[in-house]
């Protein structure tokens, strides 16, 4: 009887989990009026897996969290909700023309060593039937023209993360707003908070009674279907390659830092699907486990099997930046797990649509009509940002890049000068932009594009068991999964969304970094 | 656009979470083999919130856990389940009859101050009307006797913890079986595993294609209902005391580290009740926030406020220890507490009729039939370690107690020599057992208590990313749930269990300290 004293928890002899105002250069004073609304959003994140691996050491620690979700223009999220399905058709087009994608590309082989090598192992693999897209189009708030719209920053096709973990936020999010909107004792917080975003539902309300934050969670905070339908796409890209049996293998960095949010789809994927996940990274596909059925001489009968298993989908978290292919080993993974019938997601062609020498391509006169009809090509334009070529000519003539370029002589501040190759040079903004333009030189090298004016909203960052409150600038994820076989389309549809917020005046970014916060839009 | 490159998660500069086996002083050869499994178990335990925070700093890390379920006699595991509302009933009846209960104390009360003051305040507050209890009666399995049996090492009617976290356990090892028990790479650790438990239903089955561990998991891992049940009690109690709008309060201790189980309760008591919960500490209460309605003249008046909302239910998860009351301000927030009409979980005659020494008073020959009827005394006899007040009467009697002491004297490694009282000295064992009693000297000081001798398995302790194999030892909690108004019992049962798994030859002990891990029973 007597180990029973040493299987009893010990008590008392336990210490405390602050959540403390920043100690950073500039702690506001009311900050620490948040620490007990803080606290309870921190319990909540390790309870449900709002989690990551610190940068600082190997533990795990709450993802950096925003206290409250951030406005967004209702009509501009509804407007790149529709717009997810449209990418997801415009980059399967684009895929499926690989005249036109090599075309495109062509430019960028002589100084781009990495895309040119990507390129050359998709133009020596067949053209994939299956094909599966989980793609995130992001998007910052335009201020600087006539009413906000949303401007794209990219189009993510490969390793589009942040998406599962998003649902959490979201969650956490209504958490907040309707658990202690009207409490006693956090809910003037909550409320304070929400009244400084200023949503137009929710000015005039002075009702008593009226549970003004359970309002704004019913009514403005979007459903986030990301948990649901990111695993659904995988699955049902699974499903079509129809083998009983087959695993999903995850290609992954060998020290990733968002890994819940991975574990997160494939926990889906084995709980909702009963279906299997290998997380490999591609020095380990590369180590003689990885094997190609056949002998060539068959493209579609190269069946993938790793360790014996065959592989119905490669999903690629890894692989996207040269730093992935350390060695020619890691080339040999990729390109094998290429030429299989395995679905890749993405597969080489959706990864080069995605690269932004291709959207680059793609904004130019004429080209969305390529691939969509008007309408939707309309649309799509509306939400790219104005990119001029500068030449010698546009400085004179009256076409849409010189008219670009009289006025950013006139407001440079509205413009950002780039280098058009990666690698390029510095950009350049105001005086120098207008300098520059003025000299005249080299001018075929310069791209000019429109700058975006986010606009600046308070926010909480709670990050690390502090909170401070700031002036804030968010970007929108916008997810959109796809997937066909040769021609019939058997998934395309928005499949949830991430709000990324980062402090103003900080020029440091990054979610992993804890410079930029996990969010979730709050429509106005 | 170019504050995108700051809003991107930064990529490729990420550290490892190792999973590595233990640096400890014996790490076995082949713990290592075990890394990947076990790296699979700690992603899945951030990923599902079974956490707490760390002895060595303020960071929230996994709970420690086995790897593994352990092996537990399903017949004792039924008895024990089915002793769950017998437990319940005999605590009520005994809180219910005062003046036994307070006779049953009297012994202590001259040299246990703690024990006299909870007394005091007891017999000056109003018998409750409306009685919850959420009890963990512990067990360990005893191979000393005939047959393996569970005898009872403690009944916790206050604060028995690791209620909702085991919930989580369960599901742990439901995933590890289900989907890593036939799985290429690790199912082989996991049969091997699974085989040096030598279950009795699986010796045979040599079956191609048979897996084992899905079909142990199905038919040995039994359900946990904590995460329902526990809660539910608590809701059920809140609606008994009718107040729509009213809270429950939690009384914690200032610096909780098992704050996670203690939170998921608060999580299921919102997202399933919609009853809000307030944390507060006692020191908390006392601070001018806890008000009780009335002049005092009618007891059945006495509301209780915390800054103007009344208190449905209150919940301790502090008070139980000397040290939660360091000065006189926590004694009186609990006499407070105490006498409103509050429903108190537990009241201070759960709290009471929980210590040793009633416990001592109840297994004395014909108590326990003085509150269960014949059957269900009997069956709670056979769970009571053997217990004897050792006088010069009794060495030489034929009674029960001197036919233990002549036992002891020829086998004193199955007992141990306890002094009476709290604070009196220390064990003894073995041949100073032996001299002792044959001194003969103040014999009536001691209790001669039957050694449990627990069944020793081995086991895969996972703690901080590091797994080590080992011997183990285990304790057993049932919990159970029980609520009455007046005459009238609207709950009493079962709500489910915990495993703690201890490693052998190890002094220390407590999960909160890493020396005791989590588990789940495994019936065979």
């Not at 449900?48 to 979700?69: C, K, R, W, Y």
């Not at 060539?296 to 692989?319: K, M, Q």
């Not at 400085?395 to 440079?412: D, I, K, R, Y």
Request: glycine content about 6%; charged content about 25%.
């Amino acid at each position: 009887m007597e180990t029973s004293l040493h299987l009893r928890s010990s008590r008392g002899r336990q210490i405390p989990l602050r959540i403390t105002p920043s100690t950073g250069d500039d702690p506001k004073e009311d900050d620490n009026l948040y620490c007990p609304l803080a606290l309870e959003a921190t319990s909540w994140a390790h309870m449900n897996g709002l989690q990551m691996v610190s940068q600082t050491d190997e533990a795990f620690i709450h993802a950096p969290f925003s206290l409250l979700p951030n406005k967004i223009s209702r009509q501009e999220f509804e407007k790149v909700k529709r717009l997810a399905p449209v990418f997801n058709t415009l980059i399967d087009r684009i895929a499926c023309d690989r005249t036109w994608l090599l075309d495109a590309i062509e430019p960028a082989l002589a100084t781009d060593a990495f895309t040119a090598r990507l390129s050359s192992i998709m133009a020596s693999t067949p053209h994939q039937r299956v094909r599966l897209g989980l793609h995130r189009s992001d998007y910052m708030m335009d201020d600087s023209a006539e009413g906000a719209v949303f401007k794209q920053i990219e189009l993510n096709t490969i390793a589009s993360s942040f998406g599962c973990i998003s649902a959490k936020v979201t969650a956490l999010h209504q958490f907040i707003l309707k658990r202690f909107g009207s409490d006693p004792q956090l809910g003037p917080r909550v409320s304070e908070a929400i009244k400084t975003l200023n949503l137009d539902r929710v000015q005039d309300s002075t009702d008593k009674g009226f549970d003004m934050a359970a309002h704004v969670a019913e009514e403005c905070l979007p459903l986030n279907p990301t948990l649901r339908d990111l695993p659904a796409a995988l699955a049902a890209a699974h499903a079509q390659y129809g083998v009983p049996g087959s695993i999903i293998v995850f290609v992954v960095q060998p020290n990733e830092r968002n890994v819940i949010d991975q574990r997160m789809l494939e926990q889906e994927l084995w709980t909702t699907n009963n279906v299997r996940v290998r997380r490999l990274t591609l020095a380990e596909l590369a180590s003689h486990r990885s094997v190609l059925s056949g002998d060539g001489s068959d493209d579609d009968d190269r069946v993938l099997t790793v360790d014996g298993e065959e592989v119905s989908v490669v999903y690629f978290r890894a692989g996207y930046t040269p730093d992935d292919y350390p060695t020619d080993a890691e080339w040999k993974a990729r390109e094998i797990l290429e030429r299989s019938t395995a679905v890749k997601c993405p597969s080489l062609a959706y990864h080069l649509a995605g690269t932004k020498i291709v959207q680059q391509a793609i904004a130019q006169p004429g080209q969305l009509e390529r691939f969509l009809d008007p309408t939707e090509a309309a649309e799509v334009r509306t939400s790219f940002v104005g990119l001029h070529l500068v030449s010698t000519e546009s400085m004179e003539s009256s076409s849409e890049a010189g008219l670009a370029v009289q006025e950013a002589l006139m407001h440079p501040e509205r413009y950002v000068l780039k280098p058009q190759r990666e690698g390029g040079g510095n950009n350049l903004y105001g005086a120098e932009l207008a300098d520059r333009i003025r000299s005249g030189l080299d001018l075929e090298d310069l791209v000019l594009m429109q700058r975006i004016m986010p606009p600046i909203e308070p926010a909480w960052f709670v990050r690390q068991g502090q909170v401070q409150r700031g002036m804030s600038l968010s970007e929108l994820g916008v997810f959109g999964t796809f997937l066909a076989a040769d021609d019939r389309v058997v998934i395309n549809q928005y499949a949830g969304h991430i709000l990324r917020t980062k402090q103003d005046g900080v020029d440091e970014g990054g979610v992993a970094t804890g410079y930029s916060v996990l969010s979730s839009p709050l429509l106005n």
